[in-house]
């Protein structure tokens, strides 16, 4: 999830439960039974790395089918939350650490796949910076992201609005909120012009109406 942090912590992991409660949150909850079906399918028995990792959601996933799974994740709160949540759920073969994925603290190749969070590669300015951090550390790397069409942009609105954000509208080639929604586009062209400029190749997913998975290699 697209977020400028303008509301609490505690907020925006409220905010963030509602959005995986698939009874509040129809139209994600579709897309997650998209995602984690792809991530059966092409991430099994590996050591995975999720950038961005949230309240471990994706990550939890990930540890069913997975050897080991690295969540790191920029708000402390968060991280707590998670490694807290995998020893609830008596999942031992996955961790959470504090840390910035433009700088990550792991050896070259160290893991088989990085996952970025969903729809989150739009927000980023320095996303060729992140691209190569994450090909350094993984073989392949994995994430959404959502393109500037009409559909999409108000498939986005209805969704967001699902979750009981404030005032949820469309501006331009992003979605906001006046509580701290901000979910930008981003179109393959530019993508492909990242891709391209860091030497590597991608493969294109159609998920959704309104987001396409990437999986980039060296």
Not at 54 to 78: C, M, Q, T
Not at 166 to 177: A, M, P, T
């Amino acid at each position: 999830m697209a977020l400028n942090y303008k509301l609490s912590i505690e907020t925006i992991k409220q905010r963030l439960e509602v959005a995986h409660n698939p009874n509040q949150a129809v139209i994600r909850g579709q897309f997650f039974d998209l995602e984690y079906a792809f991530f059966q399918q092409n991430i099994r028995n590996q050591n995975v790395l999720v950038a961005g990792s949230g309240l471990g959601h994706d990550s939890f996933e990930l540890a069913r089918y997975n050897k080991k799974v690295v969540g790191v994740e920029l708000i402390k709160p968060f991280v707590d939350h998670s490694n807290k949540q995998a020893r609830i759920l008596g999942l031992n073969n996955v961790v959470f650490q504090y840390g910035d994925i433009t700088h990550l603290s792991f050896r070259n190749e160290e893991f088989d796949s990085a996952v970025l969070n969903m729809g989150t590669i739009g927000n980023f300015d320095d996303k060729q910076i992140i691209l190569r951090e994450l090909l350094r550390v993984a073989n392949k790397v994995y994430f959404d992201f959502y393109p500037p069409t009409n559909l999409g942009l108000e498939k986005r609105r209805k969704m967001y609005s699902e979750e009981k954000w404030k005032n949820v509208r469309i501006e331009g080639d992003k979605v906001v909120s006046d509580d701290g929604l901000d979910s930008i586009s981003l179109s393959q062209k530019e993508l492909d012009t990242i891709i391209q400029s860091l030497g590597a190749k991608v493969k294109y997913y159609k998920f959704h109406e309104f987001s396409i998975m990437a999986e980039v290699t060296k």
